[in-house]
Structures are given as structure tokens and as C-alpha cells.
Nanobody
């Protein structure tokens, strides 16, 4: 499974970005059989959970730091998961990674539950 994240960039505080993550190489499994998540890693810090979504989008989890500002969604017909980020803050600056959880369809916040990772996309928020 390959995950290709895109949509990062430089934005001023208060601005918005929309990240996309396209899956390929699913080896016959449907994209809808994977729960998906977004994580981020700032310089000098550990990778941390941002958001997760169930197989059909019916259940979502968010980190407290992004609750109410970020929205995770997915389009199974296009094998893609999204992260809409609004009202961005300088503290949101990080490399953002999408990840796939192949052994469950429910969302999970645990980094070790994810089996496949994208290459990351840089998000920089200026003050």
C-alpha cells in the first residue's frame, strides 16, 4: 500500500489548507476496509495524533489541539482521505503524515495501530 500526501504549504495564521492523501497498491483490498488517520511531527518533537476516521466516515476522532478547527473526511470511491485545516496557528507547523490501519475499520488514535504511512507534507504557519 502506498500513500501519497499532498496539499501542504506556507500559510498565515488564521488561514486554511486542505491536505489530501491518495492510496494505491491496495492489493485487491478495498480502500473502505482501512481506517485512516493523520499525524504530525514538529521539529524536535515526537509524531503525534491529529485525526482519524472510520471506514465509512461515520466515526471520527480528533486531538484536543485541533478539535473544532480541523475536519477529516474520505471519499472511498477515489481512495482518498482529506484533512481540512481552518484557523491555522503557528503551533500547527509540522510535517503531516497520513496513515492506514489495516486490521480494523474503526478509527484509532494509537500510532502503533497504523501499518502504512505516507511520505509527509510540510505545513508551515507564519504568525
Amino acid at each position: 500500500v502506498q500513500l501519497q500526501a499532498s496539499g501542504g504549504g506556507l500559510v498565515q495564521a488564521g488561514g486554511s489548507l486542505r491536505l489530501s492523501c491518495a492510496a494505491s497498491g491496495l492489493s485487491g483490498r478495498s480502500f473502505s476496509s482501512y481506517a485512516m488517520g493523520w499525524f504530525r511531527q514538529a521539529p524536535g518533537k515526537e509524531r503525534e495524533f491529529v485525526a482519524a476516521i472510520s471506514w465509512n466516515g461515520g466515526s471520527t476522532y480528533y486531538a484536543d489541539a485541533v478539535q473544532g478547527r480541523f475536519t477529516i473526511s474520505r471519499t472511498n470511491a477515489e481512495d482518498t482521505v482529506f484533512l481540512q485545516m481552518n484557523n491555522l496557528e503557528p503551533e500547527d507547523t509540522a510535517v503531516y503524515y497520513c496513515a492506514a490501519h489495516s486490521y480494523g475499520v474503526a478509527p484509532t488514535t494509537k500510532i502503533n495501530d497504523y501499518d502504512y504511512w505516507g511520505q509527509g507534507t510540510q505545513v508551515t504557519v507564519s504568525s
